[in-house]
């Protein structure tokens, strides 16, 4: 088997760029529609439940995505998928501004959801494939961090280019961006040397999901996932919709910029982890989730500065509690371990479309303050289970 690429070799810094720049892309462009929602509901003429839907059903197609492209590059290879995810990804962008159907412009977004899940569903893989287990934790970190940070630019740039132009040009430049990097990742990102396709049925496969699905513990990290993601997710959907009324009457460009607080979520992971290597996971993970529910609950301030600290209060703490419950759960599961991940990240972004949609008619109902009183509540009361059970168990 050929000698697997260090930090050392120009070989590991292409990979790193690669992957860098297609994290940078997906998650800019999984979460890009997030902060246009109220804009969709004068385009379309929808309701703030249905203008949802423009990000809950792309999470939906990410969920479909990598369960469907996660078994074929197992059997198949890395590198194609992760190619394959930008440019199936980048066309869309050039169709969606030419429809005036809010049901074409959803089933576009689902289809554009089910290709950004190449890359998630791949590049970890390709990492512990093609990088020596030295280099691992680095590349991967460049990677996870990266993660974070396409999705603050998607937001802020999509926010800008639509106050500043339309929704129809930021969508064209955002498709062009994903053509152009798509075609240096095709350039940069070397081709496989260590991967072994699977022999494995669909049947094994499915026989792995199902040993975690009968573990209690695993099951609790499961919900933990979707339940940050729920609450995280609720804060930024409906901020737009609650700060351009009354009393703030905030300009879509001015919104776009709240999102650079997800500036704490590359910083937060890493000395997460730090933290958690001297006083354990528990402990960290704990002061995360309650560091995310203070955050929103400041969001309820009458001050746009007072709002602005709670969204980076919330950004640190969710990053802290996300990354923390991400990493347990391969010290949880006993076997499988590649479906263990498969399936927390499943129920993260099952959070994510229930934080879209599935909170709208409590911002309907109760606006600003009802929607927050429970999602700060949520996370707080779901870890105090957890942290419970583990004390029983003896898990941490």
């Given amino acids: 088997?050929?000698?697997?690429?260090?930090?050392?070799d120009r070989m590991f810094w292409r990979i790193a760029v690669s992957l860098l720049f297609a994290s940078l892309f997906v998650f800019a462009n999984m979460y890009a529609v997030q902060p246009l929602l109220p804009v969709f509901t004068e385009a379309f003429g929808v309701s703030v439940s249905v203008s949802s839907f423009a990000m809950s059903l792309t999470i939906v197609g990410v969920i479909?995505?990598?369960?469907?492209?996660?078994?074929?590059?197992d059997r198949n290879g890395r590198r194609g998928f992760i190619t394959f995810s930008l440019i199936g990804a980048a066309l869309p962008f050039f169709l969606l501004p030419l429809t005036d159907s809010f049901a074409v412009f959803l089933t576009l977004r689902f289809l554009q959801g089910i290709a950004l899940a190449g890359v998630p569903a791949a590049a970890l893989a390709y990492i512990s494939e093609e990088i020596e287990a030295k280099s691992v934790g680095f590349a991967t970190a460049l990677y996870i961090s990266s993660n974070a940070l396409g999705g603050m630019l998607g937001r802020v740039l999509t926010g800008y280019l639509t106050d500043r132009y339309s929704w129809e040009l930021s969508f064209v430049a955002f498709g062009s961006v994903g053509l152009l990097l798509f075609m240096a990742v095709l350039i940069l990102l070397p081709k496989s040397r260590n991967f072994e396709p699977s022999n494995a049925g669909f049947r094994q496969d499915l026989e792995g999901f199902m040993f975690h699905l009968k573990n209690p513990?695993?099951?609790?990290?499961?919900?933990?996932?979707?339940?940050?993601?729920?609450?995280?997710?609720?804060?930024?959907?409906?901020?737009?919709?609650?700060?351009?009324?009354?009393?703030?009457?905030?300009?879509?460009?001015?919104?776009?910029?709240?999102?650079?607080?997800?500036?704490?979520?590359?910083?937060?992971?890493?000395?997460?982890?730090?933290?958690?290597?001297?006083?354990?996971?528990?402990?960290?993970?704990?002061?995360?989730v309650f560091t995310l529910s203070a955050g929103i609950l400041l969001t309820l301030s009458g001050s746009i500065t007072l709002i602005t600290i709670g969204l980076c209060?919330?950004?640190?703490?969710?990053?802290?509690?996300?990354?923390?419950?991400?990493a347990s759960v391969s010290q949880q599961a006993t076997h499988h371990k590649g479906s263990a991940s498969s399936l927390y990240l499943v129920s993260y972004y099952i959070g994510v479309t229930l934080g879209s949609s599935v909170l709208s008619p409590?911002?309907?109902?109760?606006?600003?303050?009802?929607?927050?009183?429970?999602?700060?509540?949520?996370?707080?009361?779901?870890?105090?289970?957890?942290?419970?059970?583990?004390?029983?168990?003896?898990?941490?």
Avoid at 368 to 392: E, F, N, S
Wanted: with cysteine.
């Fill in 362 to 396: 409590v911002w309907t109902a109760g606006g600003w303050t009802a929607l927050i009183l429970l999602i700060a509540a949520l996370p707080t009361a779901y870890v105090l289970i957890i942290t419970l059970t583990a004390k029983r168990t003896g898990t941490v």
């Fill in 313 to 326: 209060l919330t950004c640190l703490g969710f990053f802290t509690a996300h990354s923390l419950t991400a």
């Fill in 64 to 73: 479909v995505g990598l369960i469907l492209l996660g078994f074929l590059s």
């Fill in 1 to 8: 088997m050929p000698q697997r690429y260090s930090v050392k």
């Fill in 217 to 288: 513990s695993l099951l609790l990290v499961f919900g933990l996932g979707a339940v940050l993601q729920i609450s995280f997710t609720g804060v930024w959907t409906y901020l737009p919709f609650y700060l351009q009324g009354p009393p703030f009457v905030m300009s879509l460009e001015a919104i776009s910029y709240l999102f650079f607080a997800y500036g704490l979520g590359v910083v937060g992971s890493p000395v997460a982890g730090r933290l958690a290597g001297k006083w354990g996971i528990g402990p960290v993970r704990l002061a995360g």
